[in-house]
């Protein structure tokens, strides 16, 4: 009879930098103002005179500072104003006029000519993107304008469920999906 040869396998682990732990993933960083604007709020159409006035002196400030009238298109100053006012207004009515407004004050105290506005306004426009989606999202709403649907209300939403995007709100008959003034 033959000798038999006896093999031994040998498992290795090996680990970094010495530990046995699985490294473990690190949480995603929060940041305290992006979580208070990114959330959808009551709408306030009653502060669009103020917000008029905002986008005004942001453009004002501008135009002194830089040089600039109307931004980089060259705009009005009056067309520029009307057109932060009307974004403005798309984000208040989905609940995020908060965050948007923040944007505009952030923007208008800290232009720079040479660079724009300080990186640290982005946080706000980035709130109120995300603010929207959660809006959408949450409602299945979205805000329209069609004609004199709502003349009473400040603000119209076309729907794809029968479900009020806020408790103001009012449906409105014979339309072909539903839709809310609010108000």
């Not at 040869?5 to 103002?33: F, M, Q």
């Not at 105290?109 to 300080?118: A, F, K």
């Amino acid at each position: 009879m033959k000798p038999r040869a006896a093999i031994t396998l040998v498992a290795i682990s090996v680990s970094g930098c010495g530990s046995d732990e699985r490294e473990r993933p690190k949480p995603v960083p929060t940041n305290p103002e992006l979580e208070l604007y990114a959330k959808p709020g009551t709408p306030t159409p009653d502060r669009a005179d103020a917000i008029a006035a905002a986008c005004a002196a942001m453009l004002e400030h501008e135009a002194e500072g830089c040089g600039t009238a109307g931004g980089a298109a060259g705009a009005s100053n009056a067309d520029a104003a009307a057109e932060c006012l009307r974004s403005w207004r798309l984000n208040d009515a989905r609940g995020c006029g908060a965050a948007f407004a923040r944007f505009i004050e952030c923007r208008t105290d800290s232009l720079d000519c040479e660079h724009g506005w300080h990186p640290d306004c982005d946080i706000y426009e980035d709130a109120a993107f995300i603010c929207t989606t959660d809006f959408v999202q949450r409602t299945s709403c979205t805000p329209v304008s069609v004609g004199n649907l709502c003349e009473d209300s400040a603000y119209s939403y076309g729907c794809v469920t029968e479900r009020k995007p806020f408790p103001e709100c009012e449906g409105v008959a014979d339309t072909a999906s539903p839709a809310y003034c609010c108000f």
